[in-house]
T-cell receptor
């Protein structure tokens, strides 16, 4: 079945540092890929998405590129802020799975001033 | 901006009691999901609806959990009787599922504590 693997956290950075959170996936078909962000005590918010190979999703300075050859969708940001501290989830959905989103375990990001 | 509404935000209940959660999806979204999220983990699907029909409830513990979406709009998830291990965040999400619009939009969740 489909699965998503994310790097273990927490990731701890200083403000203005470069961020990478790795995500790889396994899917039977041709999935759409997503990054969601969750702040403490809140639901998940869609951060960005990509629906086909080589697509780059971007939002609020974050970006991720759909790499079919390496089955990856790594999240990057050039300069993180304290307000980016949250848990980030990589997810996929595909037609063969009734488009049910499948999530990774999440990666906690802590940004210090 | 349209949002998925959930209530209550927080619920504390004693074990063996019944508890219910409500969700109102974004208007026009035919697909509705209920997920359970244990602290420190990713969300796991409990049930998916398409309109009023259940598409997938293979991970729903049917001996104690039930879900309905009678008119194909809002939905209720019930647990009876609640157990200590049911303490978690219960998330509702909805999706349009047309073209490339397959992303799910989540509500703020209901934090359940069973004591």
């Amino acid at each position: 079945g489909d699965s998503v693997t994310q790097m273990e956290g927490p990731v701890t950075l200083s403000e203005e540092a470069f961020l990478t959170i790795n995500c790889t996936y396994t899917a039977t078909g041709y999935p759409s890929l997503f990054w969601y962000v969750q702040y403490p005590g809140e639901g998940l918010q869609l951060l960005l998405k990509a629906t086909k190979a080589d697509d780059k999703g971007s939002n609020k300075g974050f970006e991720a590129t759909y790499r079919k050859e390496t089955t990856s969708f790594h999240l990057e940001k050039g300069s993180v802020q304290v307000s980016d501290s949250a848990v980030y989830f990589c997810a996929l959905s595909e037609a063969g799975g009734s488009y049910i989103p499948t999530f990774g375990r999440g990666t906690s990001l802590i940004v210090h001033p | 901006e349209a949002e998925v509404a959930q209530s209550p935000r927080y619920k504390i209940t004693e074990k063996s009691q019944a508890v219910a959660f409500w969700c109102d999806p974004i208007s026009g979204h035919a697909t509705l999901y209920w997920y359970r999220q244990i602290l420190g983990q990713g969300p796991e699907l409990l049930v998916q609806f398409q309109d009023e029909s259940v598409v997938d409830d293979s991970q729903l513990p049917k001996d104690r959990f039930s879900a309905e979406r009678l008119k194909g709009v809002d939905s209720t998830l019930k647990i009876q009787p609640a157990e200590l291990g049911d303490s978690a965040m219960y998330l509702c999400a909805s999706s349009l599922l047309t073209g490339t619009n397959t992303e799910a939009f989540f509500g703020q969740g209901t934090r359940l504590t069973v004591v």
